[in-house]
Each structure stands twice: as structure tokens, then as C-alpha cells.
């Protein structure tokens, strides 16, 4: 419940205990009087929805404010931050949790190459020019929710029920919304003009016919994988840091239809993607990306 007071949530929880959490006018501070009391919560509970639903014998009480920060540097030589140590914001549906897991995944891989010596020295600085973005990102799409959330004024809850009616009746932003808040839409490397448009995505998990295994239970943690679309064509290049695996995808998104070939990051997002028709010039396009990977295996 939304109201000029404030915004309040009661969530059942199992043993017939429930979870208070309540936004107020006074809340985006990280300065705070002291610990947070029942009567208090009781208090700020009545102001926004006149009850205070009997709560009593509180088992945990707890305040959170905004304490929006993004680290300048996700690493300093030997040092590397990822998650919270990384980037902090209001809590908003858990947008963080998506970020931080895959700041992880990210890092985990080149953490690994670099230990086992099958990548260049400069992987591992890649973590920070590709993440960091996310985490401003992270930064400015929790900051916008938050004035969503946290303007109680006529105006900020008109704005608020103007975008609910938009997302339930706009599929396409509904998804947008979606997919750039849980981090799913997050592209790196950003491609090149000349690249395909979607080298940098992640990569779908993509239905293979006649096998339960998606793709993602093909990637491998230590090595990148040559996804072959074309029944066979690139079957050939598997060799240090590089896997193949030759298949033929159920019904993929519309976006990948056209797609014959994909260069899979053991992070799940496609350093190359090609759609060309062309046996002859796809595998040569792909013998290049395949001699880079080699080479970078070998360093």
C-alpha cells in the first residue's frame, strides 16, 4: 500500500510469522537516531494504512536507507571486488543480486585462465572495463526506481500507477524493463560496427534437437565453446581453450534464427556470432576467431 506516508508490504512467512517492509519520506538517509524499535514500526504502519495489523513479539527489526556508491576501480593489481564490495544501492527488488552473481562469473573464468596459464596477462583487466559499466548502470536504473519508489507527493504516485498501466499493457517495454533490471540485456564486449549485432550478448539456452541438455550444460569453465549450427561444418576446430559442439537449436528466439555459428564465452556471452550463409566464407571467418582463441590459449 502506497500512500502520502509512505509504502508498506506485509509478506506471510512460514510458522505464522510475517515480513514488514515499509518505505517512508525520511527513509533515503543512511543516518539513523538508532535501532529500530516495534512502536516505532507500529507508528510509521498506522501512518500510512491507519492499523497496525496486531504485530507484536518482533523477531528481527532492521532499517536500510541509500547508500548509493560504485567502487572507481573493480581492480588494483592482486585486489578485485565484485558484488556488494563492488556497488551498493537502495534496495530494490533484489536488482543487485543478478549484477553481483554475474560479476562473479565474469572474474571466475578469467580468474581461473590466468591461474592455469592458458590466457594473456591482460584478461583479467578486462573484468574491470567490462563490468564496471554494468555496475554505473546498476547505479542509475536503482537511483531512477527509487525516485519511483520514494515520491509519495500526488504527483510521484500519479507517475508511479502511469508506468504499472504502461508495463501490464505494453508487452514490448514490459520486456525491456525486464530484461534491463534483472541485467539479462547486459552486451559485452560492446560490438563493433562491423561486428554482428548480437556478438557480446548472452547467449539464450538454447533447446537442442534430440538432446535434454540446453546449451548451458555444454559450457565449460576453462574453455570457450564453437557452437555449430550448420550440422557439421565447423566440426573440426576444437584444440587448447576451445571446445565444439555441433547441433541443431528447437525453435530459437527470432532474434538468433539466422544464426549458424556462435563463439561462447565460458561467462555464457558470444565473443562471435556469424549468420553467414556461405559455407566457404564461414569457415574462414570462423578459422580466424578459432586461431585468436588457440593463440590466446597457448600465451
Known amino acids: 500500500m502506497f500512500g502520502p506516508f509512505g509504502g508498506l508490504m506485509v509478506a506471510p512467512l512460514p510458522g505464522g510469522l510475517h515480513r514488514v517492509v515499509g518505505v517512508s519520506p525520511d527513509s533515503l538517509t543512511t543516518r539513523w537516531p538508532g535501532d529500530l524499535s516495534l512502536e516505532e514500526l507500529r507508528a510509521k504502519a498506522i501512518a500510512v494504512t491507519g492499523e497496525d495489523f496486531g504485530m507484536r513479539d518482533p523477531v528481527w527489526l532492521s532499517r536500510f536507507g541509500n ?10 593489481g592482486r585486489v578485485l571486488l565484485a558484488g556488494d564490495a563492488a556497488h551498493q544501492h537502495f534496495p530494490a527488488g533484489g536488482v543487485g543480486m543478478n549484477v553481483g552473481i554475474q560479476d562473479a562469473h565474469n572474474l571466475g573464468w578469467k580468474l581461473a585462465a590466468t591461474l592455469r596459464g592458458w590466457a594473456p596477462d591482460q584478461l583479467l583487466d578486462t573484468y574491470h572495463a567490462e563490468r564496471h559499466a554494468v555496475g554505473a548502470q546498476l547505479l542509475r536504473d ?5 525516485a519511483l519508489m520514494t515520491s509519495f507527493t500526488p504527483e510521484g504516485r500519479d507517475l508511479r ?25 547486459v552486451s559485452h564486449p560492446a560490438p563493433e560496427a562491423s561486428s554482428h549485432p ?19 550444460a555444454r559450457l565449460l569453465p576453462d574453455k570457450y565453446l564453437l557452437l555449430d549450427l550448420t ?22 528466439p527470432a532474434s538468433w534464427a539466422s544464426v549458424r555459428a556462435v563463439l561462447v564465452r565460458p ?22 576467431e578459432v586461431a585468436a582463441t588457440h593463440r590466446a590459449a597457448l600465451i
Not at 502511469?162 to 539479462?184: G, Y
Not at 550478448?201 to 537442442?208: E, G, K, L, N, S
Open 267 to 288: 561467462d555464457g556471452h558470444a565473443a562471435w556470432v556469424s549468420s553467414e550463409q556461405d559455407d566457404t566464407r564461414l569457415s574462414l571467418a570462423a578459422d580466424r
Open 67 to 76: 547508500a548509493t556508491r560504485l567502487a572507481a576501480q573493480y581492480r588494483r
Open 161 to 185: 500507477s502511469l508506468l504499472s498501466r504502461m508495463i501490464a499493457t505494453e508487452p514490448a517495454l514490459n520486456r525491456a524493463l525486464s530484461e534491463r533490471l534483472t541485467a539479462l540485456a
Open 142 to 146: 536503482s537511483r531512477a526506481q527509487t
Open 198 to 216: 548480437l556478438t557480446g550478448a548472452r547467449v539464450p539456452d538454447f533447446a537442442f534437437s534430440g538432446s535434454g541438455r540446453g546449451l548451458f
Open 231 to 252: 550440422e557439421g561444418v565447423l566440426g573440426h576446430r576444437a584444440g587448447p581453450g576451445l571446445a565444439v559442439s555441433t547441433a541443431s537449436v528447437q525453435d530459437p
